[in-house]
């Protein structure tokens, strides 16, 4: 298995729904990531986990909620939204640190 | 803050053609520099990568060149093909340890019938 699985691929939430992204990956990778990219932008680094811990937060606002239950799951738990959060959400995994990357394709997130 | 400059922003060649893409960076710790092609509503998918320990990687129609001395590299596709029709971004990271990529700012690609 070469994939990192998102789900689901599109969701439309309200500003006061609370909802959570899914990300797995079974290539025994133990970095997993979660970036946000917006319309004709690169993705932009939010969380990293490394070992199941978290390691880097980019200054991202508390309405996102990274968890790691295992080093094969990763979600992102999203409460009280606002619209400007609507993009893509890209789930990542590598193997070790400065390798490269697998990205999943992504959640299309639209906040109404 | 750590930057790779990617040009050009839009690219448009004829099919057969060979379409040049080329990233710059300041950081010299920078040692690991992939490509990653992304089409509409998908992830980003890794193409190519390369380190600094070698000036040119090619891995079927996709080459990188690069140039230590210049802090810059940059990605040819031979032959391109309708189907390449992408965006591009280059991205470089630094040591081990090091989680973080650094994009640029990425590059759309028409390859034209």
């Known amino acids: 298995d070469t994939e990192v699985t998102q789900t689901p691929k599109h969701l439309v939430m309200g500003m006061t729904n609370k909802k959570s992204l899914k990300c797995e990956q079974h290539?025994?990778?133990?970095?997993m990531y979660w970036y946000k990219q917006k319309a004709k932008k690169p993705p932009e680094l939010m969380f990293v986990?490394?070992?199941?811990?978290?390691?880097i937060n980019e200054s991202v606002p508390s309405r996102f909620s990274p968890e790691c239950p295992n080093s094969s799951l990763l979600n992102l738990h999203l409460h009280a939204l606002q619209p400007e959060d609507s993009a893509l959400y890209l789930c990542?995994?590598?193997?070790?640190?400065?390798?490269?990357?697998?990205f999943g394709s992504g959640t299309r997130l639209t906040v109404v | 803050q750590q930057q790779v400059k990617q040009s050009p922003q839009s690219l448009i060649v004829q099919k057969g053609g060979i379409p040049i893409i080329n990233c710059a960076y300041e950081?010299?710790?920078?040692?690991?520099f992939p490509w990653y092609q992304q089409f509409p509503g998908k992830g980003p998918a890794l193409l190519i990568a390369?380190?600094?320990?070698?000036s040119e990687k090619k891995e079927g129609r996709f080459t990188i060149s690069f140039n230590k001395s210049a802090k810059q590299f940059s990605l040819h596709i031979m032959d391109s093909q309708p189907g390449d029709s992408a965006t591009y971004f280059c991205?470089?990271?630094?040591?081990?340890?090091?989680?973080?990529?650094?994009f640029g700012k990425g590059t759309k690609l028409s390859v034209i019938p």
């Open positions: 986990y490394s070992y199941e811990k978290l390691s």
């Open positions: 390369i380190r600094p320990d070698v």
């Open positions: 991205a470089a990271s630094s040591g081990a340890g090091s989680y973080q990529l650094t």
């Open positions: 990542a995994s590598s193997k070790e640190a400065n390798y490269g990357y697998t």
């Open positions: 950081n010299t710790a920078f040692d690991y």
């Open positions: 290539m025994g990778h133990r970095a």
